[in-house]
C-alpha cells in the first residue's frame, strides 16, 4: 500500500529579511534604554520622580519588549521558503509584538503629562526622562508598524504544496524469498572441474601416452 505525502511551503517577500533584522535592532534597542532608565531611576532626585511604580513598570517592559521584538524578528528571517513551523511561529510571535507594542504606547502615553506637570524647572533628571520617553515611544511606534507589516506579508504568503515521494507501507520487500536460482548445466560444471585441477588432467594424458 502507497501513501503520497505533501510537504507545504510558503513564499516569503525578500523585504522579510530587512523588516525582521530592523526587529532585531529595536529590541536591542529597547535593552539599552532599559538599562538607560535604571540608571535614570537610581541617580535621579526621588523630589521630582515620576513615582517608583511608574519608573519600574517603564524599565520592566523596555527589557520584556525588548525580547519579544528580537525573538519576532529572529521568527521573520526566512531565505525566500518557510515550512508551516516556521510560518506559524512568524505569524504568533508578531501577533505578540504587536500587543506589547500597544501597551507600551499606552504606558508611556500616561507618563507623558507627568513628566509635563513636573518640569516647571530645569531638572537634569526631567530632561533625561522626558528625552528617554520619547525615544522609547518613536521606537514602540516603530515596532508596530514593521510588526503589522511583516504580519501581513505571513499572512498573504503564497502557499505551495508539493508532493513527495511514495511511501510504502506493510511487509516489507526483504523478507521476501528470492528466485531460485538456475541450475548450472554440465558443460559449465565440467569447465569448472578442469580450470580448478588441471594439474590433475595433465597427469593422466602422461600416463595414457
Given amino acids: 500500500m502507497s501513501i503520497n505525502e505533501v510537504s507545504t511551503f510558503y513564499i516569503i517577500k525578500e523585504d522579510t529579511i ?71 511561529f512568524a505569524i504568533i510571535t508578531n501577533i505578540i509584538s504587536i500587543f506589547v507594542a500597544i501597551f507600551g504606547l499606552i504606558l508611556l502615553g500616561y507618563e507623558f503629562p507627568i513628566f509635563e506637570s513636573i518640569g516647571t524647572e530645569y531638572i537634569w533628571s526631567n530632561m533625561a526622562g522626558m528625552m528617554l520617553l520619547q525615544i522609547s515611544v518613536m521606537c514602540a511606534i516603530t515596532e508596530l508598524v514593521i510588526a503589522i507589516l511583516v504580519l501581513h506579508w505571513f499572512i498573504t504568503a503564497h502557499k505551495i504544496e508539493e508532493p513527495s515521494e511514495e511511501i510504502f507501507s506493510g511487509p516489507s520487500h526483504s523478507h521476501l524469498s528470492s528466485p531460485p536460482s538456475t541450475q548450472p548445466s554440465m558443460l559449465e560444471l565440467e569447465n569448472v572441474s578442469e580450470q580448478s585441477h588441471p594439474k590433475d588432467i595433465e597427469d593422466e594424458n602422461d600416463v595414457t601416452n
Fill in 18 to 88: 530587512a523588516m525582521g533584522g530592523a526587529q532585531i535592532m529595536l529590541g536591542l534597542i529597547h535593552n539599552a534604554l532599559g538599562t538607560l532608565w535604571l540608571s535614570l531611576h537610581n541617580l535621579e532626585d526621588k523630589r521630582y520622580s515620576i513615582g517608583h511604580k511608574l519608573m519600574l513598570a517603564s524599565i520592566c517592559y523596555l527589557f520584556v519588549s525588548g525580547t519579544f521584538f528580537i525573538n519576532s524578528g529572529s521568527s521573520s528571517i526566512t531565505q525566500g521558503i518557510s515550512s508551516v513551523f516556521q510560518h506559524m
